[in-house]
């Protein structure tokens, strides 16, 4: 054997001691190796276990209890607040009044400046019962506010008002008299002797006289608001009617714009009239527009005393 062969075997020969020594190493190594799968698993339903999860589910229910229960009581605060800020009153015009207004009769800033906008979209509260027409103005609201509200008249319901408060006196005497008016060439005083019109509706005929541009049926008064059949029975047998003092226009020349002033034209009609001229030319009689349903035959026929081409 040689001396290299020799020496590898003295170095890994053991001795008895070495031996044993080894052995056990290698066992406690195997049982740190083999120990998390063969160990006792922890019983996680053991009493104790049981006895902490209900005292940790105690303390959970506890906690959210305490929150519900003061938060009613924070709401009912705050709704008290509002209740008492809700329960100032006092007459109001909704016409007239600010967004400070509604806000003091209860109104949120929001409420308030809904209503504004309302209003400033042309919106008028001609009675008590419009005001519930907006729509943030609750039934209770206006329960609440009905008995405040207090609406000033407009110019034309004062001016109305007093026609109707001169009424009696100036009929009495227009009943003694024998009255001939001429309607498409009076004025408004000599409208005015007419029985049951006075300074307002002496305007209004005037008015509506200038931009039909005539009158050539007497039953065309009662296109006038305010003046309906009570009121218009009134003077009906003391007008007459000259229908050479109508005024007409000449359809092929005006603009849609300026076509839309006269009462029985509108925008969409106007436009309509434009539009053709512009595709077939000239208009010779306003069948041509009814053929083309520019036009209706009761439009056409209201029209036929104004129109020339």
């Known amino acids: 054997m040689s001396k290299i062969s020799k020496n590898l075997k003295e170095l890994f020969s053991f001795t008895h001691n070495e031996r044993i020594a080894v052995a056990v190493l290698l066992a406690i190594l195997l049982i740190v190796f ?3 799968y063969i160990a006792p698993k922890p019983n996680i339903d053991d009493e104790g276990f049981e006895e902490l999860k209900l005292l940790v589910d105690e303390f959970e229910k506890n906690k959210i209890e305490s929150e519900v229960a003061e938060t009613p009581v924070k709401s009912n605060k705050n709704t008290q ?24 009769l209860g109104f949120s800033p929001k409420q308030a400046a809904a209503i504004i906008n309302y209003r400033s979209k042309g919106a008028k509260f001609k009675t008590s019962e419009d005001f519930k027409k907006v729509y943030v103005v609750s039934d209770d609201d206006f329960k609440r506010l009905a008995p405040y509200i207090k609406i000033k ?3 034309n319901q004062q001016s109305e008002a007093i026609e109707k408060q001169n009424y009696t006196n100036e009929n009495s005497a227009k009943m003694r008299v024998n ?10 005083a000599e409208l005015k002797k007419l029985r049951g019109i006075g300074s307002y509706y002496a305007r209004l005929i005037v008015d509506y006289r ?18 309906d059949d009570e009121r218009f029975s009134m003077f009906s047998h003391q007008v007459k009617i000259d229908i050479s003092n109508v005024n007409k226009f000449n359809i092929n020349k005006l603009t849609s714009k300026e076509l839309a002033q006269h009462p029985y034209i509108n925008n969409y009609l106007a436009r309509g009239v434009e539009q053709y001229r512009k595709i077939a030319g000239k208009i010779e009689n306003l069948q041509q527009l009814v053929k083309e349903k520019i036009l209706t035959d009761e439009q056409a026929e209201k029209l036929k005393h104004y129109v020339e081409f």
């Open 34 to 36: 083999l120990y998390p």
């Open 81 to 104: 607040q509002k209740q008492e800020k809700k329960t100032e009153t006092f007459e109001f015009d909704p016409n007239t009044a600010d967004e400070d207004t509604f806000v003091r």
């Open 153 to 155: 008249p407009t110019v």
């Open 179 to 188: 009255i001939s008016v001429e309607i498409n060439s009076a004025d408004t």
């Open 210 to 227: 200038n931009k039909l541009g005539g009158f050539t049926d007497i039953n065309q008064l009662k296109e006038i608001r305010g003046i």
